[in-house]
T-cell receptor
């Protein structure tokens, strides 16, 4: 079945630096890749997503890149701020069927002031 | 505002008891998903509704679990004869015709 691996499991960066989180998926049929931010005690919040027909998408300080050949995608956060500290999850899904998500195991990002 | 309300937010129950959670999307969504998240892990898919029809169930959903979406709007998830391994956050996620899904705040279940 589909599997999504996510690295690193924890990441500490200085405020203002960039953070990169990487995910690899196994099912080549996957064509939708959302990223979620989860703060303590809350549900996951969709922050950005990308479909397989594009290679990169940007929204202010957040960007996602997708390499379909290598089956990996990455989240880039620039100019990190303390409020970016949270757990980030990648997920993979495919358009035919239910759109159910297979999630990675999460990355705990700490932005040090 | 995530567009979905889940109740209760927290539930503590004794092993062997039955529990029911409710998910109320604020606006109409033809798709609705239930996920389970244990500590330190990503959410895991449990089941999926297209309107009122339950179209897919995960192997994680044992026969002690049942979900309904009677009118294609709110949904309930019931766990019978709870076990300690059922302790987790249960997340509801309405979805549109596109791929996006927006998660509620979840119901945290603790089985003692």
């Amino acid at each position: 079945g589909e599997n999504v691996e996510q690295h690193p499991s924890t990441l500490s960066v200085q405020e203002g630096d960039s953070a990169v989180i990487k995910c690899t998926y196994s099912d080549s049929a996957s064509n939708y890749f959302p990223w979620y931010k989860q703060e303590l005690g809350k549900g996951p919040q969709l922050i950005i997503d990308i479909r397989s027909n594009v290679g990169e998408k940007k929204d202010q300080r957040i960007a996602v890149t997708l390499n379909k050949t290598a089956k990996h995608f990455s989240l880039h956060i620039t100019e990190t701020q303390p409020e970016d500290s949270a757990v980030y999850f990648c997920a993979a899904s495919w358009a035919s069927g239910t759109y159910k998500y297979i999630f990675g195991t999460g990355t705990r990002l700490k932005v040090l002031a | 505002d995530t567009g979905v309300s889940q109740n209760p937010r927290h539930k503590i129950t004794k092993r062997g008891q039955n529990v029911t959670f409710r998910c109320d999307p604020i606006s109409e969504h033809n798709r609705l998903y239930w996920y389970r998240q244990t500590l330190g892990q990503g959410p895991e898919f449990l089941t999926y509704f297209q309107n009122e029809a339950q179209l897919e169930k995960s192997r994680l959903l044992s026969d002690r679990f049942s979900a309904e979406r009677p009118k294609g709007s709110f949904s309930t998830l019931e766990i019978q004869r709870t076990e300690q391994g059922d302790s987790a956050m249960y997340l509801c996620a309405p979805g549109t015709g596109k791929a996006e899904a927006f998660f509620g705040q979840g119901t945290r279940l603790t089985v003692v």
